[in-house]
């Protein structure tokens, strides 16, 4: 419960950004944004977001569920609606950013949103993890700078 509670806060989060946006014409029909220097902003923003030890010390804490529970063990259901919340904060604190990148690619495009879970469930089972964390920091970076010097 605790994990659903984290993640239903960033859900309304998301969806109050989502109506921002939208309102001030900065979405279009699909849910992506028009707006160069917008999807510029998100780019960089969470390339930036890759390369922090924050997102780093989330990842790891989120890579193994039951390495945590180990390791954060409270009795009773307080204890577990604490451990829920702790882990899903983690989990949240590595794939934020990612999420917030549908407003780039457009949170009604099938293939953004299986490309982002597919790059989440590599970047959190595999050994190369940490590297394709890196890497696509790197890249958040680079596409951020294209985007923003492309023509209009």
Not at 26 to 44: C, H, K, N, Q, S
């Amino acid at each position: 419960m605790g994990y659903l509670l984290a993640w239903g806060l960033f859900s309304a989060v998301a969806t109050a950004i989502q109506w921002c946006l939208a309102s001030a014409r900065l979405l279009t029909p699909m849910l992506e944004t028009p707006d160069r220097w917008l999807g510029a902003g998100i780019l960089a923003a969470a390339g930036l977001w890759q390369l922090t030890p924050i997102k780093a010390a989330c990842l790891r804490q989120c890579r193994s569920p039951l390495s945590f529970l180990t390791g954060h063990w409270r009795d009773g259901r307080v204890g577990a609606l604490q451990m829920g919340v702790q882990h899903g904060a983690f989990c949240l604190g590595c794939c934020w950013f990612l999420m917030l990148l549908l407003f780039f690619g457009g949170i009604m495009n099938l293939y953004w949103i299986v490309g982002l879970a597919v790059f989440v469930l590599l970047e959190k089972t595999t050994r190369i993890g940490h590297w394709l964390t890196r890497i696509s920091g790197v890249g958040l970076l680079v596409g951020a700078a294209w985007v923003a010097t492309k023509a209009a």
